[in-house]
């Protein structure tokens, strides 16, 4: 499975510049149709990113507000 930085994926979305967007939608495609990209829930992406940050940092628990983001293993709700 491949983590994409948030450019590649701001690339993806935006499209501001031809040849990266180009490479991250390449990118994006291949792993996704392979061995997948981004684990699939209810809760955003950057919601998912920050619970990413979190798990690193020592397997920390995520605190949020967010009932959708407080489903997911390591989060819990305020």
């Known amino acids: 499975m ?3 930085d ?3 994926i701001v690339h993806v979305l935006v499209g501001d510049d031809p040849v990266q967007t180009r ?3 390449r990118a994006f495609v291949l792993h996704a149709h392979a061995e997948g990209a981004f684990v699939a829930g209810k809760a955003d992406l ?3 990113v920050i619970l990413g940050k979190a798990r690193s940092a020592a ?3 995520l605190l949020t507000f967010d009932k959708k983001l407080a489903r997911e293993k390591d989060a819990s709700l305020l």
């Open 2 to 4: 491949a983590a994409f």
């Open 6 to 8: 948030t450019n590649v």
């Open 23 to 25: 490479k991250a939608e």
């Open 46 to 48: 950057a919601d998912y």
């Open 59 to 61: 397997g920390r628990t």
